[in-house]
């Protein structure tokens, strides 16, 4: 069973479209999170959102907006998708708890072509 | 200044080697310590979590100097298996909101 797991995994679209990445995590934890790898492999937070709050990284274009319809979903839609959105997004999840690590999804490498 | 800050390398070393990375870090609230392993165009995994007194597990070595503010992950005798990039992660705070930081990551390549 995959614990954290995202869809899809590869995902080509034009520049200027509307796109959405799913995201789910089965080991009930209260925190998920959305990171961009970029080219130079910088694993950069995005957002950070638990039940009660929604920490957003400040450089976020707000093109960017999560959407939780539970605990167990943290979804990223992008809006008017540009060149620069090129890179590979991933959802993790953690405990509460701040001595625990994050459990990573395998990723979704978005092209905007 | 970049809250978490490695060198990239490649660091690019003989099976059997020993190599060690280094981390800092900006955030002195910063609470807790991890490397992650990331194998190329996989996810970030958890290598080790990083304790005040320091931690091993085989041949691993995790140190944290809170006073300095680094961590350092040693690796005896090197694998051809270890070659991959390390992170390294610091949690920070408060309220039940912890949020994960990474460094870039350091690429390793070891090499028969």
């Known amino acids: 069973d995959t614990a954290v797991s995202q869809t899809p995994k590869y995902l080509v679209t034009q520049m200027g479209n509307d796109k959405s990445i799913k995201c789910e995590q089965n080991l009930g934890h209260d925190t998920m999170y959305w990171y961009k790898q970029d080219s130079k492999k910088f694993l950069k937070i995005m957002f950070s959102y638990n039940n009660k709050e929604l920490i957003i990284n400040e450089t976020v274009p707000n093109r960017f907006s999560p959407k939780s319809p539970d605990k167990a979903h943290l979804n990223l839609h992008i809006n008017s998708l540009e060149l620069g959105d090129s890179a590979v997004y991933f959802c993790?999840?953690?405990?509460?708890?701040?001595?625990?690590?994050?459990?990573f999804g395998q990723g979704t490498r978005l092209t905007v072509v | 200044r970049k809250e978490v800050e490695q060198d990239p390398g490649p660091f690019n070393v003989p099976e059997g080697a020993t190599v060690a990375f280094n981390c800092t870090y900006s955030?002195?609230?910063?609470?807790?310590f991890f490397w992650y392993r990331q194998d190329c165009r996989k996810e970030p995994k958890l290598l080790m979590s990083v304790y005040s007194s320091g931690n091993e597990d085989g041949r691993f070595t995790a140190q944290l100097n809170r006073a300095s503010q680094y961590i350092s992950l040693l690796i005896r005798d090197s694998k051809l298996s270890d070659s991959a990039t390390y992170l390294c992660a610091v949690n920070s705070g408060s309220g039940g909101s912890y949020i994960p930081t990474f460094g870039r990551g350091t690429s390793l390549i070891v090499h028969p």
């Open positions: 993790a999840s953690s405990p509460i708890r701040m001595n625990t690590e994050a459990f």
């Open positions: 955030n002195s609230a910063s609470q807790s």
